[in-house]
């Protein structure tokens, strides 16, 4: 198994034919194509959203040990719903590893017809639309309620609640068995870095792939050319105020691109390639061939499939 970490070149990087593709098919999804609402009521509905403080909805014990952005509603990414428009935390984000994933990694091919398709970390619901425009059925994990609501509600708006399925539950819950060699594609993007258990995750990942399937993964990396995760914390953050409920941060495990190689491997993907980008980031690929057993020993869930 090739342990191919390579960093592209930046011009070929920067060359993502695939972005203008799915900003097209993003247009579809603008107020005259709504089903069941008026725009004024769906818009005041979004819009509303916004700012909104709930921690009660999440259930949590103590707020203040929480993220911000799991207590104060942020709209993922830019959406352009044609009467009016709302600019998301991420901005195209969820676009561009799209098209990064099928223009760099060559790994996602622009059609998904007739695809089952996993989003982990779905937020708002951007990525999901996206996925469904490309012909896909998406089932979505969100673990903040309030997302996994609003996501599901916009899949319902534009008449796809028999395509998109939100599922407010984290990724550890993934163990029943309709979600078992079930996917062709499973997206794992701005996650794994936020996770206390990254090769966990990447098992839940491999199993809930068929034989054949793939794993989109982006992450927040380190550069080292050796194997490395960088622990940062949840205590540690980079930018906004908790006055606000602005800052960023509470990440966990940062891996280096060999790192993440070697824990696609250990969790039992057959093939894999991993590329290191210029702002600490990490895409990769990894695709199961056939289901295999992984090293027991010190597993945190001994019993995972």
């Not at 069941?36 to 203040?64: C, K, N």
Request: hydrophobic share 40%.
């Amino acid at each position: 198994m090739s342990l191919d970490t390579s960093r592209p070149d930046s011009a070929a990087a920067d060359h993502l034919p695939a972005l203008d593709a799915l900003r097209g098919l993003m247009r579809r999804y603008t107020t005259d194509h709504l089903v069941g609402v008026s725009p004024a009521d769906f818009q005041a509905r979004l819009t509303g959203l916004i700012g909104t403080v709930d921690s009660q909805v999440e259930g949590y014990d103590d707020p203040a040990r929480q993220r911000d952005l799991s207590i104060k509603f942020r709209f993922g990414h830019d959406h352009d719903f044609g009467s009016f428009r709302l600019d998301g935390q991420m901005g195209e984000r969820h676009l561009e590893l799209l098209a990064g994933f099928a223009d760099r990694l060559a790994a996602l091919p622009m059609d998904l017809t007739g695809k089952r398709v996993l989003d982990i970390g779905c937020w708002t619901g951007g990525t999901c639309l996206a996925l469904a425009a490309m012909g896909a059925e998406v089932v979505a994990l969100e673990e903040v309620r309030k997302y996994a609501s609003c996501a599901q509600d916009l899949a319902d708006a534009f008449g796809l609640s028999g395509r998109i399925r939100v599922l407010p539950m984290s990724l550890y819950e993934l163990t029943a068995p309709e979600h078992q060699d079930a996917y062709d594609y499973v997206i794992f993007a701005g996650v794994l870095y936020h996770l206390t258990d990254p090769v966990l995750a990447l098992r839940l990942c491999f199993n809930a792939l068929r034989d054949g399937g793939t794993c989109l993964i982006e992450t927040a990396g380190i550069e080292s050319e050796g194997s490395e995760c960088r622990y940062e914390g949840a205590g540690v953050f980079h930018a906004g105020s908790r006055a606000e409920l602005s800052r960023s941060g509470w990440n966990w495990f940062l891996p280096s691109a060999l790192a993440l190689r070697r824990m696609i491997a250990d969790v039992g993907f057959s093939e894999g390639h991993v590329e290191g980008l210029s702002d600490n980031r990490l895409l990769a690929w990894a695709r199961r061939d056939a289901h295999t057993d992984m090293l027991r020993a010190g597993l945190s869930v001994p019993q995972v499939r």
